[in-house]
């Protein structure tokens, strides 16, 4: 039974390895003649990179191959994955669509292409047989111009019904040299009533602490708790919580082993600040939600109880979950039911018979 949330994956992470490379040998795509064996494709997918930048350049690679016409498959084959094997029951899936539009187009032509793209992600996402709450959140980025951040603003307003929020994206090293342009745009953002989330504070290059009074989410912030944890108290009083992805810092040479976690959740816990534990790029991390749970629980990161309020943190601050309360309130339910029925001599009831 599907009863995880997932807040903070990317589309173009998202596929894993072998579904990608089949592709590229179905599509006879270049990048088929380049690794004509799947283990070399898998070891050239997700090895780490030195950076946060030179990680981002994978995901440039996987925009190129998800263009309209393919996305129908990358996310029904996503959908079914995170179904199945991860157990989510709601997804928030975030991409910049701008990337996917024809680059040939103009600059005009492509802002207006993007309308079709998440249209497209959003019917390619439903699919009866494996029934995900999925959501979109657009990126902006941080290599795009101020008038095509701000049309994908326009565009995730105009589409309530797919899209729960937007996100800024991008090498953070580039947000400096636009931090009043970029507060601008989250202003306008939640002046149309939209959720916000940013990639910050994730490396030593994100320290922008004049983004967090216009977040609802902070994406990543591990940097916080480690480097500037005088910020937490207001962080908590905004009721911000912390997309936490563990693998990631380890692809993207931040930290070079888990245990600096162990401070960050302690921190968090201290101070009041909600953590989901996220993915964000699973299939070029060649991970699953589940692996990271437990990942943080065999090296004494976490420990059970601090999971389950992380868990229960996603579903808290999901910007599109419609009910109060997480999908395993059903089972206690049903759970302390059978209990009382027990405990007060009924026997138990066989699956199908009427009581």
Known sequence: MPLHAELHRHLGGAIVPRIFWRFL???????AEVYPEYEQFEAFITRPRGSLTEFLELHTLVEHVQRVEAIPYFVSKL??????FEGILYLELRHTPYYRTDPEASDADRIVQMREIVEVIAESSRLASYPILLKQILCMHSRLPVHVNRAIVDLAASCPETVCGIDLGGPDVLYAGQLSDLVGLFQYARSLGLKTTCHLFETINGFYPELLPYLDRIGHGIQI??????????????????EVCPTSYLKTNTLSDLSPLRTVFERCEAEGVDIAICTDNPG??????????????????????????CQNAAFKHAFAWPHP????????????FRVNDLAHGSEPIARGQAR
């Open 25 to 31: 040998h179905r599509q006879r795509h270049p990048l």
């Open 79 to 84: 959908v079914r994955g995170a179904y199945v």
């Open 225 to 242: 708790p480690l480097h500037m944890p005088e910020l937490l108290p207001a962080i908590a009083e905004r009721q911000q919580c912390l």
């Open 284 to 309: 070029l991390h060649n991970v699953r939600l589940p692996f990271e749970y437990e990942t943080l629980l065999t090296q004494d990161v976490i420990d059970f109880s601090i999971l389950a309020r």
């Open 325 to 336: 309360e997480p999908p395993d309130s059903l089972l206690y339910h049903l759970a302390d």
